[in-house]
Antibody, heavy 120, light 107 residues
Framework: QVQLVESGGGVVQPGRSLRLSCAAS????????MHWVRQAPGKGLEWVAL????????YYADSVKGRFTISRDNSKNTLYLQMNSLRAEDTAVHYC?????????????WGLGTLVTVSS | DIQMTQSPSSVSASIGDRVTITCRAS??????LAWYQQKPGKAPKLLIY???SLQSGVPPRFSGSGSGTDFTLTISNLQPEDFASYYC?????????FGGGTKVEIK
């Protein structure tokens, strides 16, 4: 069965960096686009970034463009999110999600998320 | 960026009721729309894609309609497990954007 397990969250000071990972299993990782989506405490969902299956194209939300980098290692079945210059407003549960086979812009399987807290 | 406006922000309903949630896009998005369900402390779940296509495994009491700028998610015969928050998402253009969410509560 499809499994996505995020890791790397924690408490970090403003301006510092953090790298999230998402380990995928139960499907052919290299054949699917992948997303990061986040949710601030008590708030709604915010799409963060998308990377296509071969890593050739990447797309970002305006709020993270220039600070965050999405990447993947298909040999390790792992998705990453490098987060630099972190701000208090980046505090959120960060989910990785698989792009659907019905259209990679839809997210059909999600991990449980990892919490990032940006605070001094 | 395309703004997605959901209404209502919350609705109280009883078991067996029919619930309708609307989502309006700030510009036309054809049928490039998804609906997700999220229960407290859980990850979102894809319910509907392409505005009206039911995701595999989702009960047929969930249905979606609309095109252009106005969309609807309907839950017929509301069940206890349907009490949750629901989000629309446009996938017509980047950045992808979600609506603010609708919480379906027990009356």
């Amino acid at each position: 069965q499809v499994q996505l397990v995020e890791s790397g969250g924690g408490v970090v000071q403003p301006g510092r960096s953090l790298r999230l990972s998402c380990a995928a299993s139960g499907f052919t990782f290299s054949g699917y686009a992948m997303h990061w989506v986040r949710q601030a405490p008590g708030k709604g969902l915010e799409w963060v970034a998308l990377i296509l299956s071969d890593g050739s194209n990447k797309y970002y939300a305006d709020s993270v463009k220039g600070r965050f980098t999405i990447s993947r290692d298909n040999s390790k079945n792992t998705l990453y999110l490098q987060m630099n210059s972190l701000r208090a407003e980046d505090t959120a549960v960060h989910y990785c999600a698989r792009g659907s086979s019905s259209g990679y812009f839809y997210s059909d399987y999600w991990g449980l998320g990892t919490l990032v807290t940006v605070s001094s | 960026d395309i703004q997605m406006t959901q209404s209502p922000s919350s609705v109280s309903a009883s078991i067996g009721d029919r619930v309708t949630i609307t989502c309006r896009a700030s510009q036309a998005i054809s049928n490039w729309l998804a609906w997700y369900q999220q229960k407290p402390g859980k990850a979102p779940k894809l319910l509907i894609y392409a505005a009206s296509s039911l995701q595999s495994g989702v009960p047929p009491r969930f249905s979606g309609s609309g095109s252009g700028t106005d969309f609807t998610l309907t839950i017929s015969n509301l069940q206890p497990e349907d009490f949750a928050s629901y989000y629309c998402q446009q996938v017509n253009s980047f950045p992808l954007t979600f609506g603010g969410g609708t919480k379906v509560e027990i009356k």
